[in-house]
């Protein structure tokens, strides 16, 4: 009884994230529009609200193509690796009816996502073409240097609240939340998310102006629609994660989901709104300002948990 209560409850889990990822690219497409000062999708039923199961439609109905000198195996399996790894990664959101109780969930979730990288790189590789191979290899670059100040981060809290759980940021976050003591690492935790999900202005494996459209240039149809719903659900985990660690771990009110839609829109705004960096720049960026920051507050943790350790004694 307990295994099928736990199948049903993550097949609704991944139903409801898909539709919330559905529901986010019409999102995007319509703040998109007013920053650009247009309409955006509003034909499709009353007010585009059908827009993205139609896109969804005429994408899954396309004809499959592919390269044929492509290494047709992993071609055709790593943008289902893409959106395995970018769901699996859900099952550790806290649920405190215990369905899925995840003592270490933010060390599966840094596996998960060092994962991810894979996924990329074999995409880039498999389709034997040089745009897509340039923009894989800078995806793995960019993804491993923004990683690890993502890790450091992480490790920062894990020190501060000791323990690797995500339902211990509840009851640490009763009184004020986490973002007004550690706002400079909110601030870079929101950058390293947007370079590690491969957003604008990080988006370097996708940059249409030199590399056509990056490591997707050869998918079509089917492959294509996988690729770009790993990519939006991984915006909502982030985002998820965001109000997890920094905003009040409290998932089971109203509040929490409106400011994870917050969250999702500011993705969004930024891509409406910077340029692409430079590409020396987004390294210099994750080694000599995110890295020396997450470090300093990293050793500051450390030594406060010393400190109270020896008080208690």
């Given amino acids: 009884m307990d295994l099928f209560v736990s199948v049903?409850?993550?097949?609704?889990?991944?139903?409801?994230?898909?539709?919330?990822?559905?529901?986010?690219?019409?999102?995007?497409?319509?703040?998109?529009?007013?920053?650009?000062?247009?309409?955006?999708?509003?034909?499709?039923?009353?007010?585009?609200?059908?827009?993205?199961?139609?896109?969804?439609?005429?994408?899954?109905?396309?004809?499959?193509?592919?390269?044929?000198?492509?290494?047709?195996?992993?071609?055709?399996?790593?943008?289902?690796?893409?959106?395995?790894?970018?769901?699996?990664?859900?099952?550790?959101?806290?649920?405190?009816t215990f369905l899925f109780s995840f003592n270490f969930g933010l060390l599966f979730f840094l596996c998960c996502t060092s994962m991810g990288v894979y996924a990329v790189m074999i995409a880039g590789w498999s389709s034997n073409s040089n745009y897509a191979l340039l923009g894989g290899l800078r995806a793995v670059a960019q993804t491993i240097s923004y990683e690890v100040s993502l890790a450091l981060i992480l490790f920062s809290f894990i020190f501060l609240i000791d323990s690797y759980c995500l339902m211990m940021f509840k009851s640490y976050q009763y009184y004020v939340w986490l973002i007004f003591i550690t706002f400079p690492l909110a601030l870079s935790w929101f950058a390293s998310c947007l370079a590690e999900t491969n957003r604008t202005p990080f988006d370097f494996a996708e940059g249409e102006s030199e590399l056509v459209s990056g490591f997707n240039v050869e998918y079509s149809s089917g492959g294509f629609a996988l690729i770009f719903m790993a990519e939006y659900a991984s915006i909502l985990f982030m985002s998820m994660l965001f109000c997890l660690i920094f905003l009040g771990c409290d998932v089971d009110s109203l509040f929490f989901f409106i400011k994870l839609t917050f969250l999702s829109f500011m993705f969004i705004w930024v891509r409406g709104t910077l340029p692409r960096f430079r590409y020396d720049k987004l390294m210099y960026l994750a080694w000599k300002s995110f890295l020396p920051l997450s470090l300093n507050y990293l050793f500051f943790f450390i030594g406060l948990s010393i400190f109270m350790f020896s008080l208690l004694i």
Avoid: H
Avoid at 65 to 78: A, C, G, H, I, V
């Fill in 8 to 96: 049903i409850s993550s097949l609704l889990l991944i139903i409801c994230v898909l539709v919330g990822v559905a529901f986010l690219t019409l999102l995007e497409r319509k703040v998109l529009g007013y920053i650009q000062i247009r309409k955006g999708p509003n034909k499709v039923g009353f007010a585009g609200i059908p827009q993205p199961f139609s896109d969804a439609i005429k994408l899954f109905t396309k004809e499959q193509t592919y390269p044929m000198l492509s290494n047709y195996f992993l071609y055709y399996f790593s943008p289902v690796l893409s959106l395995f790894l970018a769901l699996l990664v859900w099952l550790i959101y806290p649920y405190f």
